[in-house]
């Protein structure tokens, strides 16, 4: 018997590739799990604590929480729950909703945030690496400090000027109410926006972007083909972008875990109700099974996007498929 | 290759930049007018011409006022009542009437308090057999023009344990009347205060009584070796009727009367003393002066208890002065500044005002518009001191709102800080005290962190 | 690509947002926490309570002079002996649903929050009554367990309808929590995205409503609370910080309301645990503690002497609170055997040296923590600091007392009832403070009915709490709530906020 051919050889080693990836993928939703509940329970204080002062109710409310388990136990108990759609119910936020209902909505929200910082670091990457490719800018420089900056601060540096500002002005008298002021309160797009920008530059997404462009840019420009093109009069921008969509990829799945991770902090400081601020109150108000959801999903989201941007990118570089 | 596309995105970037941050600018002072001078209004005339306008405008007319007697003044100022009557001359006199109304506010908390006392009490539990509380409630009702209740106190007092209270109660009881002397005081030491009292009235002086009122002046013990003490039921009324006949000795005429006062004018002052005169509530004086009608303040309270309609007149009043304020401000002298704002004249008139308002409206059984006049009327800043904008008024007329409304316990947060400055006025705080303890029996007792 | 979008896009957004409506004519509040259970059988935050007096209703309420009114009875009848009371119920009260209200309901309610398996935190509200029974559709009979004089004042507990539960042994996970129904003059409308609350006032509710929506929003910086009453995105602000009020004064578009606390801020110290149970030691570092320092960058208020408030009637103007005296302390720390070596005191080799816990949330707590630390220290104290949040807090505190030293406040009702705090027995004295003198005093205190021996009796306590230096009192803070001037009509309740609500009108 001959080995298999060619085409087959390849195509089991893509599989076993992306086997590979999935089994990661279910590994790090374990893990991430495991990690969230053995933290919650080292922490002092639990659910069944902030209800009950009485120790006879205390007792009582902890074993109907299902609190005296040891974590491993608990967490196993979850895990099973959780690949079969069950999330659990959550304890002190809102006690006895089901966790999928209540991270639906606020997941949604944050969607949105991760996507459009996502886009908006994309695409300002890519602009602003096309712009000043190659020359040592001041606007890069800028760019890069600000990047370095804690999210918190920018947010709330932000969030507190502009406010102030508006505030000042309206006190003397000089300008009347805008509608978009008071950011916590009232749902405008100026908010979204602040909220998208600071978490697209903050998680530094937006500086990684543009030096990867950047390289990429040169190496293209250098290229035999773009020349090629140019000389017969071809549009050149097909040919880089389908080039940039590569190394792209690889920044934005890269970048996706710090996305979810900044959601957190941009949506305290702008009040924006997704699942970044709902799980700081979980964590807080010691809702294990609600913070164990959130982790589940987010865990999920940012797994689910390396995969995707793997399809992706084997899909898009014909070259791929044969390195494996 | 790249000059001159990049240069043209450069500039291209410049000028999106720029426009953008010239839109948020525009955006921003959408609206914008330029600072005009405040208006001070069509009032301004009004307010020019009281004592607070003209002091400011030529503060030589305050200092050959004030040197007279500067400690006397500033201390009426202060509103540092008991040095100022100490002072003596005209402010020693108006200090003198300041106290008397104090020490008649209190002495209708002192009585209401009482009686409410004794009879929650009895309602919970029934008075203790033969304890002397009978007489003190009795003598506390008799004080405050109710004969009728104090006989049926006194008939029971009869009864008392202590011998010295049974006797004092025999020898009161038929008696209606606190204007004439007792016959003997058979060295029965309540008989002796009893007379005490009448003296003081008689001759027009407190004798120390005040000094003594800062203790109890009976004690009792039960047959379970509980102690009981009693204060001084009369001394508020006393203090009251004394310091009334003393500040009007020496009537104070022009300036001297106005300033420092809720009167505006010299005529507003002159018309108000002869309606309080004809019979009007003492310590009104000023609450219905013409001028500040003039200026949109109009004293109407209404037929209900209505603390909006308070509210709606003090808003009145600042609307009318802040603006005002303002636009003085920036004519003014140095000197005329530093007085204004030093000793805050609108803000002592605005204080002086409001008492006299608020206790217009306990006058006319309003107790939630005084409450709400003076809390918005309070500052904040100094919570719970005496001071030029916070004078002992608004504590007492406090005191009996909350209590006229039920709120023993806030009633005495307002004693207390009266109290804390005039130690006779243990009494009237020990026996509000009393009646909280009694209203709070019974209630589920909790507690909360934060 | 066009050089002009930018600009372009930049006009977009504003006018859009621009054109978004501004809102009006409901009253928003803010609250530190959403409430997690509209339940009042699980009521656990402030900010619960607070929904409950809009939604539900009890048999007695209190009326605008905090007297016992009834609400949900028309007449009652208590027996001669005291040791029952007939209720006869309102007849035109219905459910927020339409369902009419009923006896079967108070019974009901009795019953669940009697049912251990309830596990209700509100038991002990209803513990003094034997059995309720339904005589009638409006009338019910109540037994009590020992003779009541004033039952009217314990009736104040929120009624459940019974229809929407399927047994007395309620479950927090009960769907009712977040669709709750009650006979109240607000109905919960809705759970607005941003964890907002909607309230609609009932239309069929039994007397008129002033305010026809009231918004509840969740705004968790207590900074910002203030901020958003200043812009007018919010009407109400149930309590000012303390750094706030300055600015809230001078504004007129805003009211400030003074609330009766009846509260104060402790340093308490752990008594079953040395150095701490020699008093020396802690009257020493009583005596290290400059108070009027601590209170003057947090706000103003009246330093105490002891477990009373100053204008309290149990508070003893006898007794001057602990000052700082360097001399003292070092003195008492030397008699009971420390030495002083260098910037530390010592004995048998151990330096004395505390951990002083804190709460997180509170805050103005962490200013006050670090003043503290600076204080004893320079007296030679070495101190560490720490802050739990709320959970660690009542796991360490409350339940395991495991602490060196806390900064903590209590709020006390009407009744200032200092029994938990100071008596053996007590389920709040985390210091597990025992002075056999004080528990018989406060033992007397509790039963007693005449004024001037409890007065007496809490007098003596207030003395020997203050020698025996278990805490450290500190302050009372003064407190108020804020209200925008298109709030109009008024009155607050000192307790729940909302009790009078139906009277407040809006411009």
Same mark, same amino acid.
């Given at each position: 018997?001959?080995?298999?051919?060619?085409?087959?050889?390849?195509?089991?080693?893509?599989?076993?590739?992306?086997?590979?990836?999935?089994?990661?993928?279910?590994?790090?939703?374990?893990?991430?799990?495991?990690?969230?509940?053995?933290?919650?329970?080292?922490?002092?204080?639990?659910?069944?604590?902030?209800?009950?002062?009485?120790?006879?109710?205390?007792?009582?409310?902890?074993?109907?929480?299902?609190?005296?388990?040891?974590?491993?136990?608990?967490?196993?108990?979850?895990?099973?729950?959780?690949?079969?759609?069950?999330?659990?119910?959550?304890?002190?936020?809102?006690?006895?909703?089901?966790?999928?209902?209540?991270?639906?909505?606020?997941?949604?929200?944050?969607?949105?945030?991760?996507?459009?910082?996502?886009?908006?670091?994309?695409?300002?990457?890519?602009?602003?690496?096309?712009?000043?490719?190659?020359?040592?800018?001041?606007?890069?420089?800028?760019?890069?400090?600000?990047?370095?900056?804690?999210?918190?601060?920018?947010?709330?540096?932000?969030?507190?000027?502009?406010?102030?500002?508006?505030?000042?002005?309206?006190?003397?008298?000089?300008?009347?109410?805008?509608?978009?002021?008071?950011?916590?309160?009232?749902?405008?797009?100026?908010?979204?926006?602040?909220?998208?920008?600071?978490?697209?530059?903050?998680?530094?997404?937006?500086?990684?972007?543009?030096?990867?462009?950047?390289?990429?840019?040169?190496?293209?420009?250098?290229?035999?083909?773009?020349?090629?093109?140019?000389?017969?009069?071809?549009?050149?921008?097909?040919?880089?972008?389908?080039?940039?969509?590569?190394?792209?990829?690889?920044?934005?799945?890269?970048?996706?875990?710090?996305?979810?991770?900044?959601?957190?902090?941009?949506?305290?400081?702008?009040?924006?109700?997704?699942?970044?601020?709902?799980?700081?109150?979980?964590?807080?108000?010691?809702?294990?099974?609600?913070?164990?959801?959130?982790?589940?999903?987010?865990?999920?989201?940012?797994?689910?996007?390396?995969?995707?941007?793997?399809?992706?990118?084997?899909?898009?570089?014909?070259?791929?498929?044969?390195?494996? | 290759?790249?000059?001159?596309?990049?240069?043209?995105?450069?500039?291209?970037?410049?000028?999106?930049?720029?426009?953008?941050?010239?839109?948020?600018?525009?955006?921003?002072?959408?609206?914008?007018?330029?600072?005009?001078?405040?208006?001070?209004?069509?009032?301004?005339?009004?307010?020019?011409?009281?004592?607070?306008?003209?002091?400011?405008?030529?503060?030589?007319?305050?200092?050959?006022?004030?040197?007279?007697?500067?400690?006397?003044?500033?201390?009426?100022?202060?509103?540092?009542?008991?040095?100022?009557?100490?002072?003596?001359?005209?402010?020693?006199?108006?200090?003198?009437?300041?106290?008397?109304?104090?020490?008649?506010?209190?002495?209708?908390?002192?009585?209401?308090?009482?009686?409410?006392?004794?009879?929650?009490?009895?309602?919970?539990?029934?008075?203790?057999?033969?304890?002397?509380?009978?007489?003190?409630?009795?003598? $506390?009702?008799?004080?405050?023009?109710?004969?009728?209740?104090?006989?049926?106190?006194?008939?029971?007092?009869?009864?008392?344990?202590?011998?010295?209270?049974?006797?004092?109660?025999?020898?009161?009881?038929?008696?209606?009347?606190?204007?004439?002397?007792?016959?003997?005081?058979?060295?029965?030491?309540?008989?002796?205060?009893?007379?005490?009292?009448?003296?003081?009235?008689?001759?027009?002086?407190?004798?120390?009584?005040?000094?003594?009122?800062?203790?109890?002046?009976?004690?009792?013990?039960?047959?379970?070796?509980?102690?009981?003490?009693?204060?001084?039921?009369?001394?508020?009324?006393?203090?009251?009727?004394?310091?009334?006949?003393?500040?009007?000795?020496?009537?104070?005429?022009?300036?001297?009367?106005?300033?420092?006062?809720?009167?505006?004018? $010299?005529?507003?002052?002159?018309?108000?003393?002869?309606?309080?005169?004809?019979?009007?509530?003492?310590?009104?004086?000023?609450?219905?002066?013409?001028?500040?009608?003039?200026?949109?303040?109009?004293?109407?309270?209404?037929?209900?208890?209505?603390?909006?309609?308070?509210?709606?007149?003090?808003?009145?009043?600042?609307?009318?002065?802040?603006?005002?304020?303002?636009?003085?401000?920036?004519?003014?002298?140095?000197?005329?500044?530093?007085?204004?704002?030093?000793?805050?004249?609108?803000?002592?008139?605005?204080?002086?005002?409001?008492?006299?308002?608020?206790?217009?409206?306990?006058?006319?059984?309003?107790?939630?518009?005084?409450? $709400?006049?003076?809390?918005?009327?309070?500052?904040?800043?100094?919570?719970?001191?005496?001071?030029?904008?916070?004078?002992?008024?608004?504590?007492?007329?406090?005191?009996?709102?909350?209590?006229?409304?039920?709120?023993?316990?806030?009633?005495?947060?307002?004693?207390?800080?009266?109290?804390?400055?005039?130690?006779?006025?243990?009494?009237?705080?020990?026996?509000?005290?009393?009646?909280?303890?009694?209203?709070?029996?019974?209630?589920?007792?909790?507690?909360?962190?934060? | 690509?066009?050089?002009?979008?930018?600009?372009?896009?930049?006009?977009?957004?504003?006018?859009?947002?621009?054109?978004?409506?501004?809102?009006?004519?409901?009253?928003?509040?803010?609250?530190?926490?959403?409430?997690?259970?509209?339940?009042?059988?699980?009521?656990?935050?402030?900010?619960?309570?607070?929904?409950?007096?809009?939604?539900?209703?009890?048999?007695?309420?209190?009326?605008?002079?905090?007297?016992?009114?009834?609400?949900?009875?028309?007449?009652?009848?208590?027996?001669?002996?005291?040791?029952?009371?007939?209720?006869?119920?309102?007849?035109?009260?219905?459910?927020?649903?339409?369902?009419?209200?009923?006896?079967?309901?108070?019974?009901?309610?009795?019953?669940?929050?009697?049912?251990?398996?309830?596990?209700?935190?509100?038991?002990?509200?209803?513990?003094?009554?034997?059995?309720?029974?339904?005589?009638?559709?409006?009338?019910?009979?109540?037994?009590?367990?020992?003779?009541?004089?004033?039952?009217?004042?314990?009736?104040?507990?929120?009624?459940?309808?019974?229809?929407?539960?399927?047994?007395?042994?309620?479950?927090?996970?009960?769907?009712?929590?977040?669709?709750?129904?009650?006979?109240?003059?607000?109905?919960?409308?809705?759970?607005?995205?941003?964890?907002?609350?909607?309230?609609?006032?009932?239309?069929?509710?039994?007397?008129?409503? &002033?305010?026809?929506?009231?918004?509840?929003?969740?705004?968790?910086?207590?900074?910002?609370?203030?901020?958003?009453?200043?812009?007018?995105?919010?009407?109400?602000?149930?309590?000012?910080?303390?750094?706030?009020?300055?600015?809230?004064?001078?504004?007129?578009?805003?009211?400030?309301?003074?609330?009766?606390?009846?509260?104060?801020?402790?340093?308490?110290?752990?008594?079953?645990?040395?150095?701490?149970?020699?008093?020396?030691?802690?009257?020493?570092?009583?005596?290290?503690?400059?108070?009027?320092?601590?209170?003057?960058?947090?706000?103003?208020?009246?330093?105490?002497?002891?477990?009373?408030?100053?204008?309290?009637?149990?508070?003893?103007?006898?007794?001057?609170?602990?000052?700082?005296?360097?001399?003292?302390?070092?003195?008492?720390?030397?008699?009971?055997?420390?030495?002083?070596?260098?910037?530390?005191?010592?004995?048998?080799?151990?330096?004395?040296?505390?951990?002083?816990?804190?709460?997180?949330?509170?805050?103005?707590?962490?200013?006050?923590?670090?003043?503290?630390?600076?204080?004893?220290?320079? &007296?030679?104290?070495?101190?560490?600091?720490?802050?739990?949040?709320?959970?660690?807090?009542?796991?360490?505190?409350?339940?395991?007392?495991?602490?060196?030293?806390?900064?903590?406040?209590?709020?006390?009702?009407?009744?200032?009832?200092?029994?938990?705090?100071?008596?053996?027995?007590?389920?709040?004295?985390?210091?597990?403070?025992?002075?056999?003198?004080?528990?018989?005093?406060?033992?007397?205190?509790?039963?007693?009915?005449?004024?001037?021996?409890?007065?007496?009796?809490?007098?003596?306590?207030?003395?020997?709490?203050?020698?025996?230096?278990?805490?450290?009192?500190?302050?009372?803070?003064?407190?108020?709530?804020?209200?925008?001037?298109?709030?109009?009509?008024?009155?607050?309740?000192?307790?729940?906020?909302?009790?009078?609500?139906?009277?407040?009108?809006?411009?």
């Amino acid at each position: 018997m001959s080995a298999p051919p060619p085409d087959r050889r390849r195509q089991l080693a893509l599989l076993s590739a992306l086997g590979r990836r999935f089994g990661a993928f279910v590994l790090t939703l374990l893990g991430a799990a495991l990690l969230a509940q053995v933290l919650l329970w080292s922490a002092p204080g639990d659910a069944a604590d902030l209800l009950a002062g009485d120790p006879e109710l205390r007792a009582a409310l902890v074993v109907e929480m299902g609190l005296d388990r040891p974590p491993h136990v608990a967490w196993w108990a979850f895990v099973t729950h959780a690949l079969g759609g069950d999330l659990g119910r959550s304890l002190t936020y809102r006690p006895g909703m089901a966790v999928l209902e209540l991270v639906q909505p606020a997941a949604l929200r944050s969607l949105v945030l991760v996507v459009g910082a996502l886009v908006v670091s994309l695409l300002v990457g890519t602009a602003l690496a096309y712009v000043t490719a190659g020359r040592r800018s001041l606007g890069r420089r800028l760019l890069q400090a600000v990047s370095i900056a804690p999210v918190f601060l920018m947010a709330w540096v932000l969030v507190v000027g502009l406010n102030e500002w508006a505030f000042e002005l309206m006190l003397q008298d000089r300008i009347v109410r805008p509608s978009w002021f008071a950011l916590p309160d009232q749902e405008s797009l100026l908010k979204w926006a602040l909220a998208i920008g600071v978490l697209a530059v903050g998680s530094s997404a937006v500086t990684e972007v543009h030096s990867a462009c950047e390289d990429e840019l040169k190496a293209i420009r250098r290229s035999g083909y773009v020349d090629a093109a140019r000389a017969r009069g071809a549009r050149l921008w097909p040919h880089v972008l389908w080039n940039l969509v590569p190394p792209l990829t690889t920044i934005a799945s890269s970048r996706a875990a710090f996305f979810v991770g900044g959601l957190v902090v941009v949506e305290k400081v702008l009040h924006l109700n997704g699942v970044g601020a709902m799980l700081w109150q979980a964590c807080r108000l010691r809702d294990v099974p609600l913070a164990l959801g959130i982790t589940f999903v987010a865990a999920a989201v940012v797994c689910g996007a390396r995969l995707l941007a793997d399809v992706l990118r084997v899909t898009v570089d014909p070259r791929l498929r044969t390195q494996t | 290759m790249r000059s001159p596309r990049s240069s043209a995105a450069r500039t291209d970037a410049l000028r999106t930049g720029g426009a953008a941050l010239w839109l948020l600018l525009g955006v921003g002072c959408a609206g914008c007018n330029d600072g005009a001078a405040p208006d001070p209004g069509p009032d301004a005339a009004v307010l020019d011409a009281s004592w607070a306008g003209l002091l400011a405008r030529t503060p030589t007319h305050f200092t050959d006022l004030v040197d007279t007697n500067r400690i006397g003044w500033s201390a009426l100022h202060a509103n540092r009542l008991p040095a100022a009557r100490l002072a003596g001359g005209v402010p020693g006199a108006r200090a003198a009437g300041e106290l008397a109304e104090l020490y008649g506010d209190l002495a209708r908390v002192d009585s209401l308090a009482w009686q409410a006392m004794v009879e929650t009490w009895e309602s919970r539990s029934g008075l203790p057999e033969g304890s002397a509380v009978t007489w003190f409630v009795g003598l $506390a009702a008799m004080e405050s023009g109710q004969s009728d209740l104090a006989q049926a106190w006194f008939a029971r007092a009869k009864d008392a344990t202590d011998p010295r209270v049974a006797q004092a109660a025999q020898v009161l009881a038929g008696r209606d009347t606190l204007d004439e002397p007792l016959a003997d005081t058979l060295g029965n030491p309540l008989l002796e205060r009893f007379d005490a009292h009448f003296e003081a009235r008689r001759s027009v002086q407190l004798m120390g009584l005040l000094e003594e009122g800062v203790r109890p002046i009976f004690e009792e013990t039960s047959a379970t070796g509980l102690q009981r003490s009693f204060f001084d039921p009369q001394l508020n009324w006393t203090a009251e009727a004394v310091l009334r006949s003393e500040a009007a000795q020496r009537s104070a005429e022009g300036l001297d009367a106005l300033i420092f006062s809720g009167c505006l004018t $010299a005529e507003d002052l002159t018309q108000e003393t002869a309606r309080i005169a004809a019979g009007g509530r003492h310590g009104t004086l000023c609450a219905l002066a013409p001028s500040w009608a003039q200026l949109g303040v109009e004293p109407n309270l209404g037929e209900t208890d209505d603390a909006e309609q308070a509210r709606l007149i003090v808003r009145a009043l600042d609307a009318a002065v802040d603006p005002w304020r303002k636009a003085l401000g920036d004519s003014l002298t140095d000197d005329g500044a530093e007085l204004l704002d030093g000793l805050n004249l609108p803000g002592v008139l605005r204080s002086r005002y409001l008492l006299a308002l608020a206790r217009h409206a306990l006058a006319a059984d309003h107790p939630r518009q005084a409450l $709400a006049i003076v809390q918005v009327a309070m500052d904040l800043e100094k919570p719970r001191q005496i001071g030029p904008l916070n004078p002992p008024g608004f504590y007492a007329v406090t005191a009996e709102a909350q209590l006229l409304t039920g709120h023993t316990r806030e009633a005495l947060d307002a004693l207390q800080v009266l109290a804390d400055a005039y130690p006779e006025l243990a009494g009237v705080d020990e026996v509000v005290g009393d009646l909280a303890i009694l209203q709070g029996l019974d209630r589920h007792g909790d507690s909360k962190e934060n | 690509m066009s050089t002009h979008a930018g600009p372009r896009l930049l006009i977009l957004a504003l006018a859009v947002s621009f054109a978004l409506p501004a809102t009006g004519g409901s009253l928003r509040y803010a609250e530190d926490q959403a409430p997690g259970i509209v339940n009042p059988v699980f009521t656990t935050t402030m900010s619960e309570a607070r929904v409950n007096e809009l939604i539900f209703d009890g048999l007695y309420t209190d009326n605008q002079e905090l007297a016992s009114e009834p609400a949900l009875v028309s007449s009652t009848t208590v027996d001669d002996d005291r040791s029952g009371m007939t209720l006869n119920l309102r007849s035109d009260v219905y459910w927020h649903d339409g369902t009419p209200f009923t006896a079967d309901d108070v019974v009901f309610t009795v019953d669940a929050m009697k049912n251990e398996e309830s596990l209700s935190t509100e038991a002990g509200r209803v513990s003094w009554i034997d059995a309720a029974e339904a005589l009638d559709s409006a009338t019910v009979r109540l037994t009590f367990v020992q003779p009541e004089l004033r039952p009217e004042d314990k009736l104040y507990f929120k009624i459940l309808p019974k229809h929407k539960f399927e047994g007395t042994a309620l479950k927090r996970s009960d769907p009712f929590r977040s669709r709750p129904l009650g006979t109240g003059p607000y109905k919960l409308d809705r759970y607005n995205d941003d964890n907002s609350i909607t309230f609609t006032a009932y239309e069929d509710f039994r007397s008129s409503t &002033g305010i026809s929506e009231l918004v509840m929003r969740e705004v968790s910086d207590k900074n910002y609370q203030a901020k958003l009453l200043l812009y007018e995105s919010l009407e109400a602000l149930v309590r000012v910080l303390p750094r706030d009020l300055a600015v809230l004064q001078n504004n007129r578009k805003v009211e400030l309301y003074p609330y009766q606390t009846n509260s104060w801020w402790y340093v308490g110290f752990n008594q079953v645990r040395a150095p701490f149970d020699d008093p020396a030691v802690r009257q020493a570092i009583s005596s290290l503690v400059d108070i009027d320092a601590l209170l003057a960058p947090i706000g103003t208020g009246e330093v105490l002497s002891g477990p009373f408030v100053k204008s309290s009637p149990y508070y003893n103007h006898k007794v001057e609170p602990w000052t700082y005296d360097d001399m003292q302390a070092s003195s008492l720390l030397e008699t009971a055997g420390w030495v002083r070596e260098a910037d530390t005191w010592t004995k048998d080799g151990e330096v004395l040296t505390l951990v002083l816990t804190a709460h997180q949330s509170v805050e103005s707590s962490q200013e006050v923590v670090i003043n503290l630390q600076s204080q004893l220290e320079a &007296g030679g104290v070495k101190v560490d600091v720490e802050f739990l949040d709320e959970a660690a807090w009542k796991a360490r505190i409350w339940r395991e007392r495991n602490f060196d030293v806390i900064l903590s406040q209590w709020s006390f009702d009407r009744n200032e009832d200092v029994y938990e705090q100071l008596h053996s027995n007590g389920s709040r004295n985390f210091g597990s403070y025992a002075n056999e003198s004080v528990d018989e005093l406060l033992d007397r205190a509790r039963t007693t009915t005449d004024p001037y021996e409890k007065k007496a009796a809490l007098r003596k306590v207030h003395e020997l709490a203050h020698d025996d230096a278990p805490m450290v009192f500190l302050w009372t803070l003064d407190s108020y709530a804020a209200l925008s001037t298109k709030v109009s009509n008024v009155v607050i309740h000192p307790f729940y906020f909302f009790t009078y609500v139906r009277e407040w009108r809006m411009k």
